[in-house]
């Protein structure tokens, strides 16, 4: 069966600390994808970032990086010099190649000034 | 990304009324979604809204509580039926082109019944 935990519940950080988001996902499927979405407090769901399941490489877009592990069904988020406007929902999401995601129950970010 | 907009941004209602949300994006689109997602919770797939035929609904939602009309590519409606404070949520559409596994997302509609 799909699911995705996202054990975090919440997370508090100083401004300027490197903060650690993980994401832990169960399919029996090959054939994949797994996502991240931010939902600031407005309450629109912003994309990050997909991966499909035969890519295992990194990804590093400016303060945001991913690290996908298929040997420990880990798709970690990392910011790194944390900023006030990083406060928000952070949401995994996984697909199985239809169009149904499944989400996990998300991680409350608040970066402290 | 195409551009999605939603109506009413929020609204509170009185239990046993129906509100209709709209869901319109600034180009056609394969496929609309729409999503519940009650306080404090994860998102929650409610149907998919298919042009020209009736939405597929989730399990645990039904037609007569959660109707969906997609009259054309650009455009569909949710109506929350018969409301209870039970169906205070954020209410989301979500587009996705053909073969594109990202979906992307509408501001939200926070509803709040009293």
């Known amino acids: 069966a799909q699911k995705v935990t996202q054990a975090q519940t919440e997370i508090s950080v100083v401004e300027k600390e490197d903060v650690t988001l993980d994401c832990v996902y169960e399919?029996?499927?090959?054939?994949?994808?797994l996502f991240w979405y931010k939902q600031p407090p407005s309450g629109e769901l912003v994309f990050l970032i997909r991966?499909?399941?035969?890519?295992?490489q990194n990804e590093i877009s400016g303060r945001y990086s991913w690290n996908f592990q298929k040997s420990t069904s880990s798709f970690n988020f990392t910011i790194t010099a944390s900023q006030v406007v990083d406060s928000a929902v952070y949401f995994c999401?996984?697909?199985?190649?239809?169009?149904?995601?499944?989400f996990g129950t998300g991680t409350r970010l608040k970066v402290l000034a | 990304s195409a551009v999605i907009s939603q109506k009413p941004s929020r609204d509170i209602c009185q239990r046993g009324t129906s509100l209709t949300i709209q869901c319109q994006v600034d180009?056609?689109?394969?496929?609309m979604f729409w999503y519940r997602q009650q306080p404090g919770q994860s998102l929650t797939l409610i149907a998919t809204?298919?042009?020209?035929?009736?939405?597929?609904?989730e399990s645990g939602f039904v037609i007569d509580k959660f109707p969906i009309s997609r009259p054309n590519l650009t455009f569909s409606t949710l109506t929350v039926s018969n409301m209870s404070p039970e169906d205070s949520s954020i209410y989301l559409c979500?587009?996705?082109?053909?073969?594109?596994?990202?979906?992307?997302f509408g501001p939200g509609t926070r509803l709040t019944v009293t």
């Open positions: 180009s056609q689109v394969t496929m």
């Open positions: 979500s587009v996705a082109g053909t073969g594109e596994s990202v979906q992307y």
């Open positions: 999401a996984l697909s199985e190649g239809t169009y149904k995601y499944i």
């Open positions: 399919t029996r499927d090959t054939t994949y994808y």
């Open positions: 809204a298919n042009q020209g035929s009736e939405a597929t609904y």
């Open positions: 991966r499909n399941s035969f890519d295992e």
